[in-house]
């Protein structure tokens, strides 16, 4: 297919962008405590204008110092700070694409935690997911802070930004006015459509007669919030035409707030470009362009979006993480080169919610464009890698990447490991996309790849290698629990189709693994399915977003769940588990599933101990086994180090 929508250039209110690809503001997390920028930011943001994004939006900059819903934001409100960001546009224009800042203030989302200070909101009603009483803003206040974006937008300009998006969605204070679901108030600023979108439209039309008649202002909405109460898609269409009025001369539609988080970032169990249709109706509503957002992760889905009329722009934030160079290699036709995300969570939001810097699954690369360095080596060396799973396959085709010569051993005839079990479960299709790229790049890097391969110290010592880096991964946990092993089936094996279940199910084990087998099994015909975990609550080790959905799908299917239960014995028929101090009996159980977790298979790294060549071991079989994003991880960065 020839992708003729999204290499138009289009042009807002005098700014001609090479194409319709954008990246849309993320947190990352990546300036200083001070809101300044740092190396780190902006090679990454350099990195996306170098890979041929026709504009790049940069992460909420705060408009004043207790505006954040993170530390180390970006940050407008003084002048030093448009002085540093002067060389950081130069960048961005030197490598080809146009530089938008996003301001913002996050209202009741943030907490003193966070600031120092208490928290603003329009009215003084606690956000859920933060739980502080924010301090409701008098009008006074409201023009000061006013103020503060139109100064921000001002400094901008000066620091040679190409425009500016304000910041209307995802709960934060702009769209805390808008909303019914947080705004309470009975004066010109709250009660109708008109009075809730008052300060969007004051902020707009302020920051328009600051910043002159041909400096683009792009906003920002969310188009519903999924909260009891909040928006609904008739009302931002309303609340569309009013920043129109006031000056916006590009609508960017989002969706979701703070207590609908799964919907700002969707994961993989929301379908790919699952909101496109909200753009559409917005661009219905209004006269200037629209930009549409969530999962659009395929250059042939933008184009498509663009092409049936439900947008003029795409953002695309998470896969400018997965791979950066996906407009270049669109133009070029190589579409099987592109590296998609697939929604997992694990890398962006997850260690955004652990107060981390992000990063991503699928390309280690993200966030450490300052550090890692992927150019060829001076003296090649001869580097087997044994296992064929993401970890093992993510350290050879570095490897290789850098010069080397490189053999991967795989003991099965295929690769991908447990992440094609990993991929089984529901909504997770996009899982194997990865394992397809890894397989083209191998290919393409020349990796010699042996499958039914079984990896011994004579085989490994035949090929003479100068490094080894192991990736066998590990094996399913099989605690000392009579009947275990005997009538037992590995979660691994009913996911891959190589078990039977039958109609009624016993997971052993809650965590994210017996969680998605038993929704699996229950999916696919088991009418009894009881999860049995020793903890206080299943899906622990599951990122929150996906892990609401599962829990979702669990509840639909009747799935019972034992928490704070502790199986002792299994039988050919039957389960036995204690709780609360008393052994209750399973019977009638036709199928037992393992998925208590997982073992380091560090057997081989044995007998290597005293091998004359460096031995790396990397994912699971590395000291205990690991969720994807760390494995993968793993293995990139030993693919540098060899």
Not at 120 to 125: D, F, G, K, T
Not at 133 to 146: G, S
Not at 382 to 411: D, K, N, P
């Amino acid at each position: 297919m020839e992708l003729t929508h999204i290499f138009e250039p289009i042009t807002i209110n005098g700014l001609t962008i090479k194409n319709r690809m954008v990246v849309s503001a993320m947190a990352s997390c990546y300036c200083s405590e001070d809101g300044m920028p740092t190396e780190k930011f902006m090679a990454y943001h350099e990195r996306k204008a170098r890979g041929g994004f026709g504009a790049i939006i940069t992460e909420d900059f705060c408009v004043c110092p207790e505006a954040g819903a993170f530390k180390r934001l970006g940050g407008l409100w003084n002048d030093e700070q448009m002085k540093a960001y002067r060389a950081f546009t130069q960048r961005i224009h030197d490598a080809g694409a146009k530089i938008i800042v996003q301001l913002y203030h996050a209202g009741r989302q943030t907490s003193s935690r966070v600031t120092g200070v208490q928290c603003v909101a329009p009215s003084a009603i606690k956000d859920p997911t933060v739980g502080e009483t924010p301090h409701a803003l008098t009008v006074d206040e409201i023009h000061a802070l006013e103020q503060r974006f139109v100064d921000a937008a001002v400094r901008a300009k000066a620091a040679g930004f190409d425009g500016v998006e304000i910041h209307g969605a995802h709960g934060y204070l702009i769209n805390q006015f808008a909303s019914p679901y947080s705004n309470k108030r009975s004066d010109e600023y709250g009660g109708t459509t008109v009075n809730r979108a008052r300060f969007a439209t004051e902020v707009i039309a302020a920051v328009r007669a600051a910043v002159g008649a041909d400096f683009p202002i792009i906003y920002r909405m969310s188009s519903v919030e999924f909260v009891p109460g909040g928006l609904q898609l008739e009302e931002t269409k309303v609340i569309a035409r009013l920043v129109e009025e006031a000056g916006a001369d590009l609508i960017h539609v989002s969706q979701g707030v703070f207590a609908s988080c799964r919907n700002i970032i969707p994961p993989f169990a929301i379908p790919v470009a699952g909101f496109a249709d909200h753009a559409a109706a917005i661009k219905q509503a209004v006269k200037v362009p629209v930009m549409a957002v969530g999962r659009i992760n395929d250059p042939l889905l933008a184009d498509t979006i663009i092409a049936t009329g439900k947008a003029d722009l795409c953002a695309m934030g998470r896969a400018s993480l997965a791979d950066p160079d996906m407009p270049n290699k669109a133009r070029e036709g190589r579409l099987c080169d592109v590296n998609r995300c697939i929604g997992c969570l694990q890398g962006c939001d997850g260690e955004l919610e652990q107060g981390l810097p992000i990063r991503c699954l699928v390309n280690p690369l993200t966030g450490k464009e300052d550090e890692y360095d992927l150019s060829p080596v001076s003296e090649p060396r001869r580097v087997v890698v044994v296992g064929g799973g993401v970890s093992g396959c993510e350290a050879a085709l570095v490897a290789a990447r850098r010069g080397h010569t490189v053999t991967l051993l795989e003991s099965s005839q295929e690769l991908g490991g447990q992440w094609l079990a990993a991929a089984a479960p529901l909504a997770k299709g996009d899982f194997t996309s990865f394992v397809a790229w890894q397989q083209r790049q191998l290919e393409q890097l020349g990796v010699e790849v042996l499958l039914g391969v079984e990896a011994t110290r004579e085989t490994i010592d035949g090929l003479a290698p100068d490094a080894v880096i192991l990736a066998v991964g590990s094996r399913p946990a099989m605690p000392p629990i009579p009947g275990l092993r005997e009538y037992g089936v590995v979660a691994q094996d009913i996911l891959r189709g190589r078990a039977e279940f039958g109609n009624r199910a016993v997971v052993i084990g809650g965590g994210l693994v017996g969680a998605e087998t038993a929704d699996f099994v229950a999916e696919g015909g088991s009418s009894d399915v009881t999860i049995v975990e020793m903890l206080d609550q299943i899906v622990r080790d599951g990122e929150p977003a996906p892990t609401s959905f599962l829990l979702e799908r669990l509840a639909a299917h009747g799935v019972n769940v034992l928490t704070s239960a502790a199986v002792k014995s299994v039988e050919a028929d039957a389960v036995v588990y204690e709780k609360s101090g008393d052994q209750v009996r399973l019977g009638d159980v036709d199928t037992v599933i393992v998925a208590i977790g997982a073992r380091a298979n560090t057997n081989l790294a044995g007998t290597l101990a005293d091998a004359p060549y460096q031995v790396v071991s990397v994912g699971d079989c590395n000291e205990r086994a690991k969720n994807g994003y760390r494995g993968i991880q793993e293995g990139f960065e030993a693919g540098l180090r060899v």
